[in-house]
């Protein structure tokens, strides 16, 4: 189980580390949708969310990922009207290492806190992705596309930590996986890879 649950976190990796092409070069629906799972940075911070979500349960298990998709898309709005938000890239990297280190290591986080927490990093997240769209009538359908590929990836967080929860040392794995996630986000922040 260990091998599949590995082998499979293993195919979720791009090459590329960021998904940010630049600024207003993006629009449309299906390149809204390639933003976030072309970049390790978001995958990551993503999936993490959904995993995070899942070891809280009950309410959480909803409740997390519609704020970081509702959050991501109010920081959108600021990118797209070109509000200056200091230090994305270091948000985004630090989101990773912060998530990481939340499943590896939180136990019993009370909802409002995930919901701050989660709602904080997915305005950098958000941010990002509307500095690169252009606003015009393509705009709408970009943050569709990375509103839709963000919900798809916490689920697919969801089902990981589903799967995780199945496995007989599952507090070990989410250790494991938590702490493999912010040894990433760590080497995104030194930009080593």
């Not at 305005?123 to 252009?134: D, R, W």
Request: net charge neutral; proline share 3%.
């Amino acid at each position: 189980m260990r091998i599949r649950l590995i082998t499979a976190a293993l195919t979720l990796i791009p090459t590329a580390a960021f998904a940010h092409t630049g600024v207003g070069d993006a629009h449309g629906f299906v390149t809204g949708f390639a933003h976030p799972v072309g970049g390790l940075d978001h995958i990551l911070a993503m999936v993490t969310v959904g995993i995070f979500a899942w070891q809280l349960g009950g309410r959480a298990l909803w409740l997390v990922p519609a704020t970081f998709v509702l959050a991501m898309a109010a920081g959108a709005v600021l990118g797209m009207a070109q509000l200056p938000l200091p230090f994305v890239e270091i948000g985004i990297a630090i989101s990773v290492i912060v998530l990481g280190a939340v499943v590896a290591f939180a136990r019993g986080t009370p909802i409002a806190l995930a919901v701050a927490l989660v709602g904080v990093f997915a305005i950098f997240h958000g941010h990002s992705h509307g500095t690169e769209v252009a606003f015009d009538a393509g705009a709408s359908a970009y943050v569709a596309g990375f509103m839709l590929a963000t919900a798809l990836l916490h689920v697919a967080g969801i089902a990981l930590g589903c799967a995780i929860s199945r496995i007989a040392d599952n507090r070990a794995a989410y250790r494991f996986g938590g702490a493999l996630v912010a040894l990433a986000g760590l080497a995104i922040l030194t930009q080593t890879i």
